[in-house]
């Protein structure tokens, strides 16, 4: 029996309610793989669940965290042994089975990916579902016929996590990034993750029109609604937009313009659902791509369970700087 502290979601008749509280791994919710968790992250989703804004968690209570990376402490499915170092983003994590947010849990097999060599569990918490998304929105767009040559890519919410990771991968691909920020402290930050450009958020000029000047090879935009739709019309014939998150909005109002006359793809960008065999490629990818010092700097602190209340206000306030990380135990 082994009694650790996590992170627990609640909504009784207390109301909905959150706190570190005491566990035993008895408790558990099923699954093949017992899993010490070492580090897990924060993200807008988290913030999310941890303070019933968004009704995102499905099932109470519940260990909060949609991310984890630690070791396989025992396993029933033969592709998983004691020792092996894994990591878990989206699936159920967190909001229908238990989360990272807890020196132990078990987990689906199915839902493990080997850890990467060379991405120790500090790493890929850094990365986490921000950075995955990041891996993701990129891939698909390539996938999807983006390329540098197409001209500078935008990056909106760039402070953030999906935002400044996404920077960087795109830069480490030879793409001319230009991020929107509502940060003026952070300019310098986002120059170093890669940025040729930094544009304030309330500068961006927005098209009211169906076309306008096209003036971006693609979009990775964590933002939605007005500022999406307004980006739309200036997009380079053919380029991709990576839809990825709503912190401005869910509404989604433009014209067929685009689409139609320049051939402009939009992408959803699923980091929850991604099938397998292109989860461990995106991850892979990000492994070899990604400078380890520049991902350091990026995380701006790690904190203990009993913290994650300050850091969801911070997330949900849009004061996110680069990527919170947790340590469980
Ligand atoms: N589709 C998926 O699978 C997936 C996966 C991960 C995340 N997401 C979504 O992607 C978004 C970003 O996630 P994240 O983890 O990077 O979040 P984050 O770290 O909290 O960053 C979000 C950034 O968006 C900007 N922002 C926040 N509130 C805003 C507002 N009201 N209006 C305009 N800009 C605002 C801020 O950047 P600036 O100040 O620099 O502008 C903020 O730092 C969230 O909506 C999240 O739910 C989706």
Redesign the pocket.
Known sequence: MNQFKAFRIHNDAQGYHSGVETLQTEQLMAGEVLLECRFSSV???D??AGTGQGKVVRHFPITGGIDAAGDVVESSDPRFQPGDPVLAT?YGLGVSHDGGYGRYLRLPADWLVPLPPGLGPFMAMALG??GF?AG?ALQRMEQNGQTPEMGPVLV????????SIAIALLARNGYEVV?????ED?RQRLMEMGASQVID?NQLPLSQRPLDKACWGGLID???GD?LAGLLPQIQPWGTVAS?????GMGLSSSVMPFILRGIGLL?????ECPMALRQHVWQRLSEQLDRPLLEQLVTRVIPLEDLPGAFEE?LA????G?ILVETS
Do not use: C, E, P
Not at 156 to 163: E, H, I, L, Q
Not at 244 to 248: E, F, L, T
């Open positions: 993200n807008y989703k913030a999310l989206g579902t921000a998304t993701l909106t919410g760039a402070s953030g996590g999906v935002g991020a929107v920020s509502g940060k952070q958020r964590s933002l939605g500022i990825i998150g709503m912190a401005a959803g960008i699923d980091s929850v997330l849009g004061q996110a700087r990527r």
